[in-house]
């Protein structure tokens, strides 16, 4: 087989495990990507694009996604390992980083981001690829969404809202973006036209100060656009993207660009429920120093998205491409499409026990009968595509009975696929569960014996993201078991699919007990 040949189909079994956005025609269809990029901003420098997105509880935290067109996105970092708080050791569903923004200032890329109870943090870096340093800048509760400018006569400002969005505040800013120096100033707060005002987007243009900012709540909102010629206010406000008669709900909250043509582009999500909130992209005009959003498909004067569009005008056509998704564990660091469910430890794995596997180590867990809400060492990834199969190879090596690794789907209810050590010897299971208020409800569907440590572990997922799990043997004949199940959302979070492996033993907590993963595919 040629080199040619043969790199040609390595991309089309790559593109085959996600949603290609990218038509090879000259046009691009939405979502552009997918998967779960909530609140995303993004920027340009030179010719490249940059976009961030939100992780919650996932760590490590904040994904950088690269791009040359807007369409082909490859994550090529994250801003923070973990967050340097003890009680993100264990999953805080839901807490974390919230709605980042990415701008570029003075030869260094900036990505300012709140969590709900620790306040304001800035990371800056001079390559995006890392490495980032973590700037913890204001310690206090129940800020949101924070987004700085640098103004042309030097100074710099912080725009933000609060928790449960409603009012936007304007503060001043150190211009070395590390410190706050002044209590905010209330620029825009009217909950009769615009209720739930929030993730606010900086920007200056033509002499006006622009904040764009979603409103009227996640799943049915829209995209509000203030302006002003003083930062300061009074800000003129208009609705500038809806849903209109399209099937695309709640259209907002994401980044407004201009790429090298002069063209300008708005980048942002839609809540797609268990897949989470997904990326759309959007061609913007300007008419009357207003951004006219997507096309005015049913001539109300406020843009709706499109379906299908003509790519960015970049001046070069580039390579498809899309965000990591299977693993072989041949390198000696996970890639870069994982996240824990916690603050990471070295402990919970390794890549280089055994080459060419992913080694988890069968962390204690005191949650019983298979309760995963507070598991940390969950190892997850982003559904990739409305419908998709994975399938992974696992050899179990337990130490104490009870002990289990497996295959996951993951949210506010879960199920799995797991090899689990009992009296008897290893047997498959599944099962599923969900902690809702206190209560713990998990159940064992359906289990069966092994004759084996080695065991072949596949999950589909259907376009209405409901899944259906099976097992193999040897690889090749591969049997059902158990029940279908429907994934759900997880706590601002979509369903997550990967790996867990757990001594849920009470008094064995040196447990030596592990697996080894082989690969993790997706199809």
């Known amino acids: 087989m040629n080199k040619v040949l043969f790199l040609l189909l390595i991309a089309s079994a790559l593109l085959a495990q996600n949603w290609t956005a990218d038509l090879g025609n000259g046009k691009y269809k939405n979502p552009v990507l997918f998967a779960d990029y909530s609140d995303p901003d993004v920027v340009r420098v030179d010719d490249d694009y940059y976009m961030v997105a939100s992780s919650f509880n996932c760590m490590p935290g904040i994904p950088v996604l690269h791009s040359r067109d807007l369409i082909n996105w490859t994550i090529i970092s994250h801003v923070y390992e973990r967050l340097p708080f003890e ?15 990415i701008r570029y200032h003075n030869n260094k890329f ?3 981001f709140c969590t709900p109870n620790e306040g304001l943090f800035m990371a800056s870096a001079a390559n995006p690829a890392g490495p980032w340093k973590l700037h913890h800048v204001v310690n206090i509760e129940m800020w949101e969404d924070p987004c700085p400018l640098w103004d042309d006569d030097g100074n710099a400002y912080l725009v933000r809202s609060k928790l449960r969005g409603d009012i936007l505040y304007l503060h001043k800013m150190r211009v070395d973006g590390t410190a706050i120096l002044d209590n905010g100033t209330v620029i825009y707060h009217n909950e009769t036209d615009n209720p739930t005002i929030e993730g606010p987007k900086f920007l200056k243009k033509d002499g006006y100060y622009y904040i764009l900012a979603p409103a009227g709540g996640v799943p049915t909102g829209w995209q509000t656009l203030l302006r002003s010629k003083n930062i300061y206010g009074p800000y003129e406000a208009k609705k500038v993207l809806h849903q209109g008669n399209t099937d695309i709900n709640g259209p907002h909250q994401g980044g407004l660009v201009q790429v090298q043509s002069g063209e300008w582009w708005f980048i942002h999500f839609q809540d797609r429920g268990a897949y989470g909130r997904i990326i759309h992209l959007q061609p913007v005009t300007w008419r009357d120093d207003w951004p006219f959003m997507g096309v005015d498909s ?17 001046d070069k056509t ?18 870069l499409q994982w996240q824990w469910h916690a603050n990471p430890l070295q402990s919970w794995y390794s890549l280089t026990e055994r080459d060419g596997f992913l080694r988890l180590r069968a962390v204690q867990n005191l949650s019983q009968n298979g309760n995963l809400w507070f598991v940390p060492n969950l190892l997850l990834q982003k559904f990739p595509a409305p419908e998709f199969t994975v399938t992974t190879r696992i050899i179990l090596h337990p130490d104490n009975v009870n002990e289990k690794c497996g295959l996951v789907i993951m949210g506010k209810e879960w199920a799995y696929i797991a090899m689990s050590e009992t009296d008897s010897g290893i047997q ?14 998990t159940q064992l569907i ?34 059902p078991i158990g029940r279908e199940f429907a994934a759900t959302a997880g706590v601002w979070i979509g369903a997550k699919v990967g790996l867990f492996c757990v001594n849920p033993n009470i008094g064995y907590k040196n447990s ?12």
């Open 512 to 523: 030596h007990g592990y697996a080894d993963v082989d690969w993790f595919r997706f199809e």
């Open 87 to 101: 009680k993100y050791d264990k999953p805080v569903h839901g807490q974390g980083s919230w709605a980042p923004s």
């Open 428 to 441: 498959i299971e599944m099962c599923t569960g969900t902690f809702f208020q206190g209560f713990d409800k």
């Open 110 to 112: 900036y990505v300012y």
């Open 318 to 335: 580039w390579p498809i491409a899309v965000p990591q998704t299977s693993d072989e564990f041949n390198a000696r660091e996970l890639g």
């Open 446 to 479: 359906q289990a069966a014996p092994l004759n084996d440590r080695e065991c072949y572990l596949r999950v589909h997922v259907n376009d209405q993201a409901v899944c259906s799990f099976f097992w193999s043997s040897d690889g090749k004949v591969y049997q």
């Open 298 to 314: 049913n001539n109300d004067g406020i843009g709706e998205p499109v379906t299908e569009y003509t790519k960015p005008d970049v």
